[in-house]
């Protein structure tokens, strides 16, 4: 296989699993939590770093921020094997700023303040690419705004609970 388009990446690195981060200043930390990290590559908003879990191979890669950098990366990672995706990230919060102070229409404002009445807390773009993008097929997508280590820690236990259903 080619190195796709925008992540430069093919298929040789064997991975099933990666974590997500939008930020590539982040990549480098999330990959110094697994065994034998290594830096494979980096191209535009991806930033990529392979490590291992339990002898597995896991790719730590930004997707940049919004959703359709998001779509783009996990997309090309499906096309290179990974099948299990955990989204690690920041979110925005709900209460500032207010789109009162930035130009936005009224109907805008009117639908930010039906989110906070409803209790929204925060606005997250990539998870939303993540679902919608790999809810198409076989993969599995997850979700964690608890921190980093809890994704590593799942990782862990996902490819346990694969080992034990193949026994």
């Given amino acids: ?40 590559g980096r191209n535009r908003e991806y930033t990529t770093w392979l490590g291992t879990l339990l002898g597995e191979p896991i790719l730590v890669m930004s997707t940049g921020m919004g959703g359709p950098s998001t779509a783009i990366g996990i997309e090309e990672l499906f096309m290179t094997g990974v099948r299990n995706f955990i989204r690690v990230g920041t979110c925005g919060g ?3 700023p207010s789109p009162g102070r930035m130009p936005v229409s009224y109907d805008l404002e009117q639908k ?22 790999r809810g198409m097929d076989d993969s ?7 921190g980093i280590r809890v994704a590593v820690e799942a990782i862990k236990l996902h490819i346990q609970r694969e080992r034990e259903q193949k026994l």
């Fill in 94 to 96: 709900m209460a500032l």
């Fill in 112 to 133: 930010w303040e039906a989110w906070l009445r409803g209790g929204t807390l925060a606005s997250e773009m990539e998870s939303a690419a993540l679902y919608i993008v």
């Fill in 1 to 40: 296989m080619e190195k796709l388009y925008h992540i430069q990446l093919d298929d040789s690195h064997g991975a099933k699993y990666a974590l997500l981060p939008g930020d590539p200043g982040r990549v480098e930390k999330i990959a110094m939590l697994l065994d034998d990290p290594r830096f494979i």
């Fill in 140 to 146: 599995e997508s997850h979700d964690t705004m608890r």
